[in-house]
């Protein structure tokens, strides 16, 4: 089955800019979601189709795929930002979703 | 405003049974795939089992077939799960979402949450 590989964690200085990758196999052929989860809440859809937001999601989060990588992007942190941050393809081979382990990110 | 609510959880000895609810409301249950996502304590998001708009289609996680059953009820706005021969690995936090189509068509990715229900199983 497909699997998406994530950093376990990432530490950024609050103002500066955060990158978090998703590792797959061509995982730029996919669709790649991130999901945002703040502790004790449950995920929230931050990124669909590579790079739109939903409403409400501010523009300081991006994300874009290429190749084996996708990469979400928070510009000018800020301590709301601490987080776990999943990615998520759909594996067309086993017609299920597909999670990556998660990556934690700590606002220093 | 889109709301997903779960209920059923709580603690049932190993080899159990356990059926959990999602009530939903905000929008119309019967145009969408649904879906139920745990997460184990600690662990990341894995998920469970989809059911198709009409019910037709459905499918598991290798890790629940033959143990869990989805089912919805489009006349009530409900998505269930019944999970039977629980073990200790089925402790989580159980999540149902709303299904969204990606580009690709029989592709989805998860737009609405409920806030979980927790399933604890334990002697």
């Known amino acids: 089955s497909y699997v998406l590989t994530q950093p376990p964690s990432v530490s950024v200085a609050p103002g500066r800019t955060a990158r978090i990758s998703c590792g797959g196999d061509?995982?730029?052929?996919?669709?790649v979601q991130w999901y945002q989860q703040k502790p004790g809440q449950a995920p929230v859809l931050v990124i669909f189709?590579?790079?739109d937001r939903p409403s409400g999601i501010p523009e300081r989060l991006s994300g874009s795929n290429s190749g084996n990588t996708a990469t979400l992007t928070i510009s000018r942190v800020e301590a709301g930002d601490e987080a776990d941050y999943y990615c998520?393809?759909?594996?067309?081979?086993?017609?299920?979703?597909?999670f990556g382990g998660g990556t934690k990110l700590t606002v220093l | 405003q889109v709301q997903l609510v779960e209920s059923g959880g709580g603690l049932v000895t190993p080899g159990g049974s356990l059926r959990l609810s999602c009530t939903t409301s905000?929008?119309?249950?019967?145009?969408?795939?649904m879906t139920w996502i745990r997460q184990a304590p600690g662990k990341g998001l894995e998920w469970v089992s989809y059911?198709?708009?009409?019910?037709?289609?459905?499918d598991y996680a290798d890790s629940v077939k033959g143990r869990f059953t989805i089912s919805r009820d489009n006349a009530k706005n409900s998505l269930f799960l019944q999970m039977n021969s629980l073990s200790a690995d089925d402790t989580a936090v159980y999540y149902c979402?709303?299904?969204?189509?990606?580009?690709?068509?029989?592709?989805?990715?998860?737009?609405?949450w409920g806030q979980g229900t927790l399933v604890t199983v334990s002697s």
């Open positions: 979402a709303r299904a969204q189509p990606t580009r690709y068509g029989d592709q989805y990715y998860f737009d609405s």
């Open positions: 998520q393809v759909w594996d067309s081979s086993s017609d299920h979703p597909v």
């Open positions: 189709y590579d790079s």
């Open positions: 059911i198709s708009s009409s019910g037709h289609a459905i």
């Open positions: 905000g929008f119309i249950f019967s145009d969408y795939y």
């Open positions: 061509n995982i730029g052929d996919y669709s």
